[in-house]
């Protein structure tokens, strides 16, 4: 099980990555607000509430929330520790009201 970071990156070996516990109950809650937040996000372009500016903004803010992620539970073999949900969560929260903000202005 081998893992090599680079930049803050962090890139794995296959047998690394099925180690991982995507299904662990932390990481499953943060993938579903994910989940809603893009398709939110979604909507709101579908709708013309998001320009593409905005779009390009949330969508970065949405990707650097999940890489966060994903550094995470590299450093807890597939896990998310509790506070590192506290913390995912927050930055969710803020992206949310930005969504809300953006689709409203």
Same mark, same amino acid.
């Given at each position: 099980m081998a893992a090599l970071t680079v930049g803050g990156l962090i890139a794995a070996n296959s047998s690394f990555a099925e180690d991982w516990k995507a299904d662990h109950p932390r990481r499953v809650e943060v993938n579903q607000r994910q989940r809603h $937040? $893009?398709?939110? +996000? %979604?909507? %709101? +372009?579908?709708h013309g509430q998001i320009d593409a500016g905005e779009a390009a903004q949330l969508q970065a803010e949405q990707q650097k929330i999940h890489n966060e992620q994903m550094q995470d539970a590299a450093m807890h073999n597939g896990h998310i520790t509790k506070k590192e949900k506290r913390q995912l969560n927050r930055e969710e929260n803020a992206e949310s009201r930005q969504i809300f903000h953006d689709r409203h202005n």
């Open positions: $937040e $893009e398709r939110r +996000i %979604g909507k %709101g +372009i579908k």
